[in-house]
């Protein structure tokens, strides 16, 4: 009965379009053109700027690859949509959709975990940073972060393809994803809303937390800098991760653990809208802001000045 209910829905109407659909066209085509532009800098200012060239601008590069997948994954069927009378989506684009936006959600859980373990090792153990940190496992790691959010992603994309609707299918939302499916699911919800509240521990709070224990170690370290040059070095590059992780993750948690009860459409589409569109937007911005090489490099390549610091000064 599940795979007969399943057969009428080709598609969902996206009802997050209500209102102000002109507005909506020009905002996120800002948003998504400032993306692209700012990640794309930072890939390539990692590229050609040998002073760039370390682990940390290394896992820098795969965080923009992942921001500009994040928005192309959306933005381009929101602007597509917000020209039409109706938004829509076909069933399977929504599978789509869900499929590789939770896949990069995954992976750039795990990445901001590993960049703060980089952080950590180069400098609270710079003596076996070189080892710790060599290229082969900076590339195994890099590997393992998108795998691991693919791997997560292909479990809740199957669970939601085994989901049966009655009636018309309409999401309240402006793209697809598995809270706003499981709202409209006629059928047992309970296997996905299992595996959103495993994959809230395994693949959102575990990383936080090691980012967190990370971060208490190199203040620990920090404070006993003798140098407040050093220390300033230290917090200028840290601090500039340290915001991109807790904008990412407060917005992932409230986007995917807030509780049914008082729940309002337009509050779950301005969630949704910051965690997965407009984060990707801030982070170049971040880190062109707080962090002095990546303003170095930036400065060298616009204008053909600037000084940077030697290769292995980044920490």
Known sequence: MV???????????????????????????????????????????????????????FFLSHLSCLDICYSSVTVPKILANALRPQATISYRGCLAQMFFLMGCAGAECALLAVMAYDRYAAICQPLRYAHTMSWGVCVVVAAGCWLWGMLDSAVHTLLASRISFCG?????????????????????????????????????????????????????????????TS???????????????????????????????????????????????????????????RNQEVRGALRKAVWGQGTLGSPGSNA
Not at 29 to 47: C, D, E, K, Q, R
Not at 205 to 222: D, E, G, K
Not at 249 to 268: C, K, Q, W
Request: hydrophobic share 50%; proline share 6%.
């Open 3 to 57: 795979g007969a209910n399943q057969t009428h829905v080709t598609e969902f109407m996206l009802l997050g379009f209500s209102h102000s659909q002109s507005f909506l066209f020009v905002l996120f085509l800002a948003i998504y053109l400032a993306t692209l532009l700012g990640n794309s800098a930072i890939l390539t200012l990692v590229l050609l700027d040998p002073h760039l060239h370390s682990p940390m601008y």
């Open 168 to 228: 018309a299918a309409r999401l309240q939302h402006i793209f697809c994803d598995v809270p706003p499916l499981l709202r409209m699911a006629c059928s047992n919800t309970r296997p996905s809303e299992v595996a959103l509240h495993a994959a809230s521990v395994f693949v959102g709070l575990s990383p936080f937390l090691l980012v967190i224990i990370s971060y208490l170690r190199i203040l620990a370290t920090v404070l006993r800098m003798p140098m407040a």
């Open 231 to 289: 220390r300033s070095k230290v917090f200028s590059t840290c601090s500039a991760h340290l915001l991109v992780v807790i904008l990412y993750f407060v917005t992932a948690n409230l986007n995917y653990n807030r509780p049914s009860s008082g729940y309002s459409p337009a509050a779950d589409t301005l969630v949704s809208a910051l965690y997965c569109i407009v984060t990707p937007m801030l982070n170049p911005l971040i880190y062109s802001l």
